[in-house]
Each structure stands twice: as structure tokens, then as C-alpha cells.
């Protein structure tokens, strides 16, 4: 188990990760959880919870992370089989989860803003999927019944954008914007979205 930590500065004291796991060598099932950054101002691309090629199908969790006015908030490089859990982001300047080419990914119980202007493409996104698969966006049983699962609130990004992306489920979600889009599917397939909702957006849906 990693954690709990309160960490006051990221790896390269202005600019950096709070937790980076590289799993080249790792065998074994492993937790993250309760890491509080208690910092902010870092550059929009630097993580609070990064994890590289760690592909263990016994599973990793990623659970009650939280951050304000950080970069990204987790960040998945090349890793699969991977529980995001009570994850707290508010007003980060990039991605408050980004999936880079990974897959078996479920998430659930989070509060996801992002608040970011001007930014790259794509790194305000509350959620950017890229060249990912096997995610599970709620709809798994560690989502209260009947009951929103996660909400994405951003402000020039967009809420979920799955580019390049296949099977997902997003069930009881929340996207609210002030004029981009809920949910977007670029080059995205076998996507069932449902039991979910979209306000304040110009468009909810986009394919």
C-alpha cells in the first residue's frame, strides 16, 4: 500500500508528479491511497498520480486521491487493470484523469473539475481517453444504486472525450459545462452511454 501521504511538493519541487509508479518489474497487486497534494501551480501536464506500464491483472486501485489547482490529476501511460476510486479534483489547469493507451479501467464515486484556458487540445478535458479500451466509466458495483456514479464540471475542455477508443460504458454520469460538450466520441466505438446527463453544454452528445 502507498499512502496515506499528505505531499506539500511534487518530485522536482515547482514542476513534477506526487506519485509516479513505473511497473517495468512489478508482479504484485498493489493500492494508492489517501494522497492529499497539498500544493498547486505546477505546469497543466504534470500528475498527481502517474502510473507507467503497470499491466498486473490482479488489479491496482487508485483510491481517495485529492488535489486543487494542481495539473492533471491521474494520469494512466501503457497500464490496464486499473480501479480509480473516490478521486477529488477541483479546478485543475489539465486532464483530471487522462488514459493514455491503456485498458480494463474502471472509475467510480469521483468528483472530476477542470477548469483550464487556452490550454493544448484536449487537456482541459475532465476525462480524455486516447487509443484506450475496457473502460468502465461507473456501472460497477462500487457505485451508490440509482445514484449519479461521477460528475465531470470543466470549463473550455470537454467533459468525457474518447478518441480512438473502444468499449466503454458511461453510466450515471454528469457532465456540466459553460459551452463545450458532454460527451464526445472521436473515432470512438462500442460506446454505451447511458443513464447519464449533460447541462449548460452547446452540444451533449457529439460523434
Known amino acids: ?35 492529499s497534494a497539498n500544493y498547486s501551480g505546477v505546469p497543466f501536464i504534470d500528475p498527481v498520480i502517474l502510473l507507467v506500464n503497470v499491466n498486473n491483472p490482479s488489479g491496482t486501485t487508485i483510491s481517495n486521491i485529492s488535489a486543487n ?52 487540445p484536449h487537456n482541459a478535458d475532465g476525462l480524455y481517453a486516447l487509443n484506450s479500451a475496457y473502460l468502465s466509466i461507473g456501472g460497477v458495483a462500487a457505485c451508490p444504486k440509482s445514484q449519479i456514479c461521477n460528475s465531470f464540471d470543466y470549463n473550455t475542455g470537454f467533459g468525457v472525450y474518447l478518441q480512438n477508443t473502444h468499449d466503454v460504458i458511461i453510466d450515471h454520469a454528469t457532465a456540466n459545462a459553460a459551452d463545450t460538450g458532454g460527451y464526445i466520441l472521436d473515432n470512438a466505438s462500442n460506446v454505451t452511454l447511458e443513464n447519464s446527463t449533460a447541462g449548460g453544454a452547446a452540444r451533449s452528445v457529439s460523434r
Not at 515547482?14 to 509516479?20: D, E, Q, T
Open 69 to 120: 489547482e494542481d495539473g492533471r490529476g491521474v494520469e494512466l501511460d501503457s497500464s490496464s487493470y486499473v480501479t480509480l476510486d473516490q478521486l477529488s479534483f477541483n479546478k485543475m489547469t489539465g486532464n483530471s484523469v487522462f488514459i493514455n493507451g491503456s485498458s480494463h479501467v474502471t472509475m467510480s464515486n469521483s468528483k472530476l473539475k477542470s477548469t483550464a484556458d487556452g490550454q493544448v
Open 1 to 35: 500500500m502507498i499512502g496515506p501521504w499528505a505531499i506539500t511538493a511534487p518530485s522536482g519541487g515547482s514542476s513534477g508528479w506526487a506519485v509516479r509508479v513505473d511497473g517495468g518489474g512489478i508482479t504484485s497487486t498493489f493500492t494508492i491511497t489517501g494522497i
